[in-house]
Structure formats: structure tokens, C-alpha cells
């Protein structure tokens, strides 16, 4: 195999990856959403590299299930317990791995650019698992597969994405893939979480209110510049899916969330089960979308 087919298989983003291949992912997770053997035997003898820099629990620990449920052997790598915590950079980490033979790394990283760059010196396929605040293509390609059970077409659907814009890998990547597929999407954030170099209209809370999904997003604290957000309580006032706002939801209205959630922040407690919820299975879908992205990098 030549290396531009191996570097192919890499997920780098939705930016630039094509309607018919993010179609295959979601018709791929689909097959192995309904071949429920709980451990399969398509990736023995493949090794996968979990690298996280950035912490997480439900990327981290999706990545492992959908790699064991694959076969793969599977090494976990946390930044805090490496030589990271020795000064080790990011490169000589992935390179040190790679040399050991591993077959395709997952990586978690918090600087922007730093992804792009390795993937240009490293030869296994690479995917991207959280890029700074750039992509989050596997979180993405969950939504669309969680929206389409739901909808069953993307085409025409109005998605309202509310909150921290800036900050939000996922809101990028949602948006990209998002429009390859018809939907119509608007972002609703506070002026000082908006992301203006993206092409997507803003409109207020009430009228995001009014689309077919509303997902939410967490207000990033540890991303802030301080005195971003003046208190916990005004944003929810301004910008929270209260459970008032939610009674002004169509019925046949979903709610998302990537998750982890600030509770009475951006959502209130009793809407994170309520029944227009997808949240808990947003999470429950992450495996079979990344079994397919996995074994795409793999087979
Ligand atoms: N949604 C998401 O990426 O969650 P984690 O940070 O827990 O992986």
C-alpha cells in the first residue's frame, strides 16, 4: 500500500472530507449497529494507539469499546502519566509509538495546527479525536448519525447550534458536514462567543428555539480568557435551554448536546432525560460510528 493511500484513511476533519465518504461512515455504523455481537474478530492482530493530550471520557473510552468490539488490541496513552510530564513533545511521543508499531493512532490534542502537522510526518493513519478548537469529525459524524434515525433526511432540516461558537470544535465540524448534506444551520451565541469567520447566520434564542434541533453546547471555562462570562446565572437567563424555553420547542423537536454538560448552565437539569433528549443516545451512537471510522483506517 502507498502512503498516500495509508494517509487517506486518516480522519483529519469533515472540512475536506467528501458527502459520499461521510455517507459511507454512517452506513457503515449503521451495519454495525445492527450486528450487536458484542466483540467481532475484523481488526485481530491490528494495534490502536488511544493518545489523548487533552483530557475526555466519552471520546477516550468510545474510541476503546469500538476498538475491542473490533478485535483490535488496544494501547491507551494519557499525557499526564508519559514523558510528556517530562517535556517529551507531541511529535517525539506519536513517533516513539509509531515506531513500535502500531497501526493507527487516535489523537486528542488542545493546540490548533499542531493535528495537520503530524499527519504530515507521521505515516499511519491518523484520527482526529478533539483538535483544539478546529474539528471534532467523529463527534460530528455521530450528531448527523443520531439526527438521521431521528429525521431520516438531513436535507432541509433546521439545526440550531447554541452557545460557546467559538471555542467549539464541535460546532465546525457539525457545520461542514452539516451542509453537505441540505441542512440549514444557525448558530445563537453571546457576542464575545461567536465565531465570525464562519458562514453561518446568527439569530437570537428564541427564534433558535424554533428549529428541528437544538443542540447545545458547553461553555468552554478552561478555553476563557477571563471575565468571559460575567455569571453562570445570566448566561442561563440569556442563552440556557430553561425548561420555559423548552415548552416553546416543536414536539417533533430534538435536543443534542456533546457532552460533558454544565447542568443549569447551558441545559437544566430535568431537560437532560426529558424525552426530546438524544443526548444519552448521542453517546450510545458514538460506538458504532467509530467501529466504522476505526475499520476504515484499518482494513
Ligand atoms: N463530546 C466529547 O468530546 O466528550 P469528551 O470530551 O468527554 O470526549
Known amino acids: 500500500m502507498t502512503l498516500t493511500q495509508l494517509k487517506q484513511r486518516s480522519l483529519l476533519g469533515l472540512k475536506e472530507l ?19 455481537v458484542k466483540v467481532h474478530q475484523d481488526m485481530q492482530g491490528k494495534f490502536a494507539a488511544n493518545m489523548f493530550f487533552e483530557n475526555s471520557t466519552r471520546t477516550r473510552f468510545s474510541f476503546e469499546v469500538a476498538e475491542k468490539r473490533l478485535g483490535a488490541e488496544v494501547i491507551n496513552f494519557a499525557a499526564a502519566a508519559s514523558s510528556v510530564a517530562k517535556g517529551e513533545s507531541i511529535y517525539d511521543t506519536v513517533r516513539t509509538l509509531e515506531s513500535m508499531g502500531i497501526d493507527v493512532g487516535i489523537i486528542r490534542l488542545k493546540p490548533n495546527g499542531v493535528l495537520a502537522e503530524l499527519a504530515s510526518s507521521i505515516k499511519v493513519p491518523l484520527i482526529n479525536a478533539g483538535d483544539g478548537n478546529n474539528e471534532h469529525p467523529t463527534q460530528a459524524l455521530l450528531d448527523l448519525y443520531t439526527m438521521r434515525k431521528q429525521f431520516g433526511s438531513l436535507n ?136 466504522a471510522v476505526i475499520e476504515r483506517a484499518l482494513s
Open 156 to 291: 432541509g432540516l433546521n439545526v440550531s447550534i447554541v452557545g460557546d461558537i467559538l471555542h467549539s470544535r464541535v460546532a465546525r465540524s457539525n457545520l461542514y458536514a452539516l451542509r453537505k448534506f441540505g441542512a440549514n444551520v444557525s448558530f445563537c451565541a453571546p457576542s464575545n462567543m461567536q465565531a465570525t469567520e464562519l458562514d453561518a447566520p446568527y439569530v437570537s434564542i428564541d427564534e433558535a428555539m424554533k428549529a428541528d434541533v437544538v443542540m447545545m453546547l458547553r461553555v468552554q471555562l478552561e478555553r476563557h480568557e477571563s471575565g468571559m462570562l460575567s455569571s453562570a446565572e445570566s448566561y442561563r437567563e440569556q442563552f440556557g435551554l430553561t425548561v420555559e424555553r423548552a415548552q416553546t420547542l416543536a414536539k417533533h423537536a430534538i435536543i443534542m448536546h456533546p457532552a460533558p454538560i454544565n447542568r443549569n448552565v447551558e441545559i437544566d437539569d430535568e431537560l437532560v432525560e426529558h424525552p426530546q433528549s438524544r443526548i444519552f443516545p448521542q453517546m450510545e451512537n458514538g460506538v458504532p460510528i467509530r467501529m
Open 18 to 36: 467528501g458527502k459520499e465518504e461521510i455517507e459511507s461512515i454512517l452506513e457503515r455504523a449503521a451495519y454495525w449497529e445492527q450486528h450487536p
